[in-house]
T-cell receptor
Framework: GDSVTQMEGPVTLSEEAFLTINCTYTATGYPSLFWYVQYPGEGLQLLLKATKADDKGSNKGFEATYRKETTSFHLEKGSVQVSDSAVYFCALSYGGTSYGKLTFGQGTILTVHP | DADVTQTPRNRITKTGKRIMLECSQTKGHDRMYWYRQDPGLGLRLIYYSFDVKDINKGEISDGYSVSRQAQAKFSLSLESAIPNQTALYFC???????????FGDGTRLSIL
């Protein structure tokens, strides 16, 4: 079956540091890939998405590129802020009648210190 | 007002009790979902519904049931709660046009 694996956390960085959170997937078809972010006490919010190979999703300074050859969708940001402290989830789903059945990674806790 | 509203936000109850978690949405979406979140496991799908007459089991439906009372309402029930159902529960919605899901703020459920 399909699965998503994220790098283990927690990740602790200083403000303005470079961020990478690794995500790899196993899929039987050609899924869409997502990064969701969960701030303390809140639900998940879509951060970015990519729907096909070589697509790059970007939002709020975060980027991730859909790499079919390495089955990866790593999240990057050039300069993190304290306000980026949150839990980050990588996920995949398929289109058509199966759309929306998200398969999540285990989540990576990010803490950014001033 | 929130687009996806879950009630209650927090609940503590005892083993064997019947619990209902409610979700309502103002986004006009057809599709609604219930997930549970456990530390280190991410979110796992319990049940989902693509319209009012459609109910489908997710990967961990045992011990749970759902009711889609209207397009805007989707409730999750635990008929006889047990401690390993202690978790954070999320409702989500999406429309039928291949768009991402929108999540509520979650219900923290503790079963003693």
């Amino acid at each position: 079956g399909d699965s998503v694996t994220q790098m283990e956390g927690p990740v602790t960085l200083s403000e303005e540091a470079f961020l990478t959170i690794n995500c790899t997937y196993t899929a039987t078809g050609y899924p869409s890939l997502f990064w969701y972010v969960q701030y303390p006490g809140e639900g998940l919010q879509l951060l970015l998405k990519a729907t096909k190979a070589d697509d790059k999703g970007s939002n709020k300074g975060f980027e991730a590129t859909y790499r079919k050859e390495t089955t990866s969708f790593h999240l990057e940001k050039g300069s993190v802020q304290v306000s980026d402290s949150a839990v980050y989830f990588c996920a995949l789903s398929y289109g058509g009648t199966s759309y929306g059945k998200l398969t999540f990674g285990q989540g990576t806790i990010l803490t950014v210190h001033p | 007002d929130a687009d996806v509203t879950q009630t209650p936000r927090n609940r503590i109850t005892k083993t064997g009790k019947r619990i209902m978690l409610e979700c309502s949405q103002t986004k006009g979406h057809d599709r609604m979902y219930w997930y549970r979140q456990d530390p280190g496991l991410g979110l796992r799908l319990i049940y989902y519904s693509f319209d009012v007459k459609d109910i489908n089991k997710g990967e961990i439906s045992d011990g749970y049931s759902v009711s889609r009372q209207a397009q805007a309402k989707f409730s999750l029930s635990l008929e006889s709660a047990i401690p390993n159902q202690t978790a954070l529960y999320f409702c989500a919605t999406s429309d039928s046009n291949n768009q991402p899901q929108h999540f509520g703020d979650g219900t923290r459920l503790s079963i003693l």
